[in-house]
C-alpha cells in the first residue's frame, strides 16, 4: 500500500547531540511537510518543501533544518537538540501544489505514524 | 492569524454515550478538515466540510460546518472504546493551497 513511513518510530538522544529523522513516501507527492507535536498540543508546521523549493516557517528554530534529495525522502535534521525539542515530529504529504486559490477540499495531508523524540 | 480553538480539551466518558466538539474560530475559512490521531500514530484525514452548513455523516460521527463557515462541530453517537484519540480540526492558513493551521484538539477516551 502506498503510504508515509517514517523512521525510527523512537529515537533517544543525548542533549546537544545532532539527531536525524526520515521520511520516505510511496505516493510520489509533491508536497511533504515536518510537524513538530508536543505532548496533548496541536501539530506545529515546522517547513514543507514543495518540489525541492524549501519553506520555512518563520518560527522554526536554526536549530531544526531540512534535506529532501528526491522525491520520495525528506529529512529532519535537529543540529543541537535541547530538552524543549522532545517531541513527536510528524511527517505529511499531499499532492497538488500550495497555490493560492486551491480549495483544501482537493487537498488531504496524508500523516505518517511519526518519530518519538526523547532528549535525555 | 487565523486561529482555530477546540472545546472540550479533555472528554472522558461511557461507552454508548453521545458527544460533541466543537472548533471555534473568528476568522472565515474556506473549508475544514477533522482529523483523528490515535496513540502513537499520526493523524488521519476522517473529513473534510466546504461549504457554509453543510452537514456530512461518516457511519457514527457527524460533521457539521457552521453557515458563515467561523466553525464547525463533530458529533458522535453511540461511542465506542475504538473512538478513543485525539481529534483535530484544521483549516488552510491564510484559505490558500496546503498550508494547514491546526486547533488544540480535543482529547476523547471511551470507556468499555
Known amino acids: 500500500d502506498a503510504m508515509v513511513i517514517q523512521n525510527p518510530r523512537y529515537q533517544v538522544t543525548q542533549f546537544g547531540k545532532p539527531v536525524t529523522l526520515s521520511c520516505s513516501q510511496t505516493l510520489n507527492h509533491n508536497v511533504m511537510y515536518w510537524y513538530q507535536q508536543k505532548s496533548s498540543q496541536a501539530p506545529k508546521l515546522l517547513f514543507h518543501?514543495?518540489?525541492?523549493?524549501?519553506?520555512n516557517e518563520a518560527d522554526t528554530p536554526d536549530n531544526f533544518q531540512s534535506r529532501r534529495p528526491n522525491t520520495s525522502f525528506c529529512f529532519l535534521d535537529i543540529r543541537s537538540p535541547g530538552l524543549g525539542d522532545a517531541a513527536m515530529y510528524l511527517c505529511a504529504t499531499s499532492d497538488k501544489p500550495g497555490l493560492a486559490g486551491v480549495r483544501l477540499s482537493d487537498n488531504e495531508q496524508f500523516f505518517g505514524p511519526g518519530t518519538r523524540l526523547t532528549v535525555l | 492569524t487565523q486561529l482555530l480553538e477546540q472545546s472540550p480539551q479533555f472528554l472522558s466518558i461511557q461507552e454508548g454515550e453521545n458527544l460533541t466538539v466543537y472548533c471555534n474560530s473568528s476568522s472565515v475559512f474556506s473549508s475544514l478538515q477533522w482529523y483523528r490521531q490515535e496513540p502513537g500514530e499520526g493523524p488521519v484525514l476522517l473529513v473534510t466540510?466546504?461549504?457554509?452548513?453543510e452537514v456530512k455523516k461518516l457511519k457514527r460521527l457527524t460533521f457539521q460546518f457552521g453557515d458563515a463557515r467561523k466553525d464547525s462541530s463533530l458529533h458522535i453517537t453511540a461511542a465506542q472504546p475504538g473512538d478513543t484519540g485525539l481529534y483535530l480540526c484544521?483549516?488552510?492558513?491564510?484559505?490558500?493551497?496546503?498550508?494547514?493551521?491546526f486547533g488544540g484538539g480535543t482529547r476523547l477516551m471511551v470507556k468499555p
Open positions: 484544521a483549516g488552510p492558513i491564510n484559505n490558500a493551497g496546503n498550508m494547514l493551521t
Open positions: 518543501y514543495y518540489d525541492k523549493d524549501f519553506n
Open positions: 466540510v466546504v461549504t457554509g452548513g
